[in-house]
């Protein structure tokens, strides 16, 4: 015998939710009132970066001095393999620092994407306990990246003020990183709604990363190598739009004096380019599956 009225159904259930000014927690916001709610969020993803950066380096005795150690390291090894071993640094002026920019550069979207990709799937218990935009996450792991970047970068100034002196090119850092962080923001929240429904795409990105890697021009000149190679103008301009090639070499521009010669055509445009294609697109795919995060 049933305990509940029979005419108490769901249609009585939704009317009176109605009634007292209820709604569905799952259901996706209007695009402007998620605009407007992440907006309000920003201190908590500012405290989230800052509590993941701590976290990351807690249980290590040099602590949070491994943010200067390991990018310096990676560069190492690289100028090991490639500038001494392979001599990719033939022709290129201050290959140390040229090297260290390109390598700073790819990590800084590499790092955001590997990460951004876990920002939801790792994260279910905070979900699935709380309200608030789910966006806030991947946006969080960017920041966290985006200070490992800028303390890089001062590493790589201090190097290059030693070796070719200050410029007022510098100044051109701020817009070159801009361009790059709304890049992984865009790029980020793209992986991170994959990563949440398609759980072996953890496994492949470093794959896919790693091949990105040798076709952005961090070891190299891409366009002084295809014109050794007698390589036609038009695949240069094929390969320029390559969006992290075009991350470094505005970035290389405005750090390196010696850099204009290994210019890749129109970078300041295509970079800005997908700056604007992958902050809307990937803002926009996001948060149009904001109400399935946290299911199953």
Not at 5 to 25: C, D, R, W, Y
Not at 127 to 151: D, G, K, S
Request: net charge positive.
């Amino acid at each position: 015998m049933s305990t509940a009225p029979e005419s108490v159904g769901t249609a009585s259930l939704a009317a009176m939710a109605e009634q007292f000014g209820l709604s569905k927690s799952s259901v996706r916001p209007a695009f402007g009132s998620y605009v407007r709610e992440l907006w309000g969020r920003r201190q908590f993803v500012l405290s989230y970066a800052r509590a993941r950066t701590y976290a990351a380096y807690a249980g290590a005795r040099l602590g949070s001095l491994w943010q200067i150690l390991t990018p310096l390291f990676n560069a190492a090894v690289y100028y090991l393999a490639f500038g001494l071993l392979l001599n990719t640094k033939a022709g290129v002026e201050n290959y140390t620092a040229f090297l260290i920019c390109g390598m700073f550069v790819f990590s800084f979207t590499q790092r955001s994407m590997i990460e951004g990709a876990r920002s939801i799937s790792g994260n279910m218990s905070l979900i699935r306990t709380l309200h608030f935009p789910r966006a806030t996450l991947p946006m969080a792991y960017v920041l966290n990246e985006l200070t490992q970047m800028l303390m890089s970068m001062g590493i790589l100034l201090v190097i290059v003020a030693v070796t070719d002196g200050f410029a007022v090119s510098w100044l051109l850092i701020i817009p070159a990183l801009l361009l790059q962080t709304g890049f992984n923001i865009g790029m980020t929240l793209t992986f991170a709604r994959l990563g949440a429904f398609m759980g072996d795409l953890n496994q492949l990105l470093p794959f896919i990363t790693r091949t990105w890697l040798y076709a952005s021009g961090v070891f190299f000149s891409i366009p002084d190598k295809l014109r050794s190679a007698e390589a036609p103008d038009w695949v240069i301009q094929v390969l320029a739009f390559n969006p992290i090639a075009a991350y470094i070499d505005i970035m290389r521009r405005a750090i390196l004096a010696n850099h204009e010669p290994h210019q890749l055509p129109n970078a300041w445009w295509i970079a800005t380019g997908w700056t604007l294609l992958a902050l809307v697109g990937g803002f926009i795919y996001f948060w149009r599956a904001e109400e399935r995060y946290g299911r199953g």
